[in-house]
């Protein structure tokens, strides 16, 4: 019998402590519900974050948009007082390119080559959309161009070629989320970015985020 309320008041004792640690993020849980982030993470991924690890660069970062109700996870490409520059797609921190080649870039693809690929497409999950009847814009990393033998041509905005929805500041400088920059970002602030770059509305459609909208960082993926 007090083995059985020993077990009941340790049990009531831990779910006592883990919900206190999801109301002040000390340790939390969330579950990835868009692609935003593939490959990366898919829809219904499971990842653990807390407060107590903070924001860095090439960390997955949590946060609240303004307005927003939901938690939000981006990769952090930059901090306060670093300088961020998008060319051609390709990102540069403080002038020296990034190695990403974790991330997704959207490209337009034959039907005929689409059939090619089938399986690596249900298999890799990538993300197809329609574009008419011969053609289809499917993301992938640039490194399996090669793997498949496709020489395909990216889906690109060029320089001072507006963009649909980009963050008005960033707008006016007639930027693109595919060619912005280089711009400074605050301190105390953040420019994050979706793994699937033309798929995630992140900094470039945000704004800086700043540090008081973040709650987490993911402590693992």
Not at 17 to 36: M, Q, V
Not at 137 to 157: E, F, G, Q
Not at 175 to 204: Q, T, W
Request: aromatic share 12%.
């Amino acid at each position: 019998m007090k083995k059985r309320v020993v077990v009941i008041a340790l049990g009531g004792l831990l779910a006592v402590l883990f919900i206190i640690a999801r109301l002040t993020h000390g340790l939390d849980y969330y579950r990835i519900p868009t692609e935003s982030n593939q490959p990366t993470y898919h829809p219904g991924s499971l990842i653990f974050a807390s407060r107590f690890k903070k924001p860095d660069r090439n960390t997955f970062v949590c946060f609240k948009p303004p307005k927003e109700k939901s938690i939000w996870v981006y990769r952090c490409i930059a901090k306060g007082g670093d300088l961020v520059e998008i060319k051609d797609g390709i990102v540069f921190l403080n002038g020296r390119k990034l190695d990403e080649p974790y991330t997704w870039t959207e490209y337009i693809i034959s039907q005929n080559d689409l059939n090619k690929i089938r399986g690596y497409v249900a298999i890799n999950k990538y993300h197809v959309e329609p574009m008419n009847d011969s053609l289809s814009a499917i993301s992938l990393p640039a490194t399996d161009l090669k793997n498949y033998h496709l020489n395909l041509k990216p889906v690109m905005r060029g320089k001072g070629v507006p963009g649909p929805e980009i963050f008005a500041d960033f707008a006016n400088l007639k930027y693109n989320a595919d060619n912005l920059g280089p711009i400074k970002v605050p301190e105390n602030s953040y420019f994050l970015m979706g793994d699937n770059r033309h798929n995630a509305f992140d900094s470039r459609y945000l704004g800086f985020i700043k540090a008081d909208q973040i709650v987490a960082t993911v402590i693992s993926y």
